[in-house]
């Protein structure tokens, strides 16, 4: 027997009308007849057609509504939750997980015309996202640094804030979130070597569970040169800010 849920989360028929269908329906069809991945970290910009965000803002809140509802708050009568659920709508399609919902960020690129080859390090630029277990932020800073090469393209400094934002801009888990940047980076830039490091607070383990305040997770991930050359990588990591 099919639940009104499960009515609403069947399969919209080929040459069926699609009125009254919810637009995340159509979105998540689009994607499976692609036969991509819609995780959490995922970007699904390409099956979302125009006007379709503002829509599923719409339907979002309503679910949000149901949300409220269910933890037994009385948003009809409480002037602190009445509109609760059109911000928290807001806040995820438009704010906190946009990085799913809109393509990656321009990029303008250069040539590597002077052919430099030396060590930069862009940072720390600091990052938001949010943990996929708990949706609870995630608040920290990131190091990025580059060994070009004659072909490597060069990009605008604050472009890596952009990239980081746009990647980060999704429910994720930091351990993902690095990789995903720097394959991002790597693709875009074409370096020697790439190296990326992670100093995040995670609040679903200050403001949950443990409560543990003092606690954070640092990763990184080395690509070519600074994965193959020790002396080159201790020059990376000598040059970051000691944390404390």
């Known amino acids: 027997m099919l639940t009104k849920i499960d009515a609403k989360l069947r399969p919209v028929e080929s040459g069926a009308p699609d009125e009254g269908t919810p637009v995340s329906v159509k979105i998540r069809e689009r994607v499976k007849a692609a036969r991509q991945r819609y995780n959490a970290n995922d970007n699904i910009a390409q099956f979302i057609e125009p006007g ?32 609760t659920a059109r911000r928290v709508a807001k806040m995820y399609v438009n704010e906190v997980f946009r990085g799913r919902y809109v393509p990656a960020p321009s990029l303008t690129e250069f040539p590597n015309a002077e052919r430099l080859n030396e060590l930069m390090i862009v940072g720390p630029i600091t990052i938001r ?39 980060m801009g999704r429910p994720q888990i930091q351990e993902e979130a690095v990789v995903q940047l720097a394959d991002l980076i790597q693709e875009k830039t074409q370096p ?7 100093e995040a607070e995670h609040f679903c383990m200050q403001w949950r569970g443990v409560k543990e305040m003092d606690s954070k997770m640092i990763n990184s991930v080395m690509r070519g040169a600074f994965l193959k050359d020790a002396s080159l990588r201790r020059e990376f990591l000598s040059l970051l800010p000691r944390k404390g």
């Open 52 to 83: 379709e965000l503002e829509a599923l803002l719409d339907e979002v809140e309503e679910k949000m509504k149901g949300v409220l509802d269910s933890l037994v708050i009385d948003v009809e009568n409480d002037h602190n939750t009445g509109a």
């Open 129 to 167: 996202s949010a943990c996929s277990h708990h949706f609870c932020p995630i608040i920290g800073k990131l190091w990025i640094g580059v060994m070009p090469n004659e072909h490597t393209n060069v990009i605008g400094l604050s472009k890596y804030a952009r990239l980081a934002e746009w990647v």
């Open 192 to 198: 020697d070597g790439l190296a990326l490091v992670v």
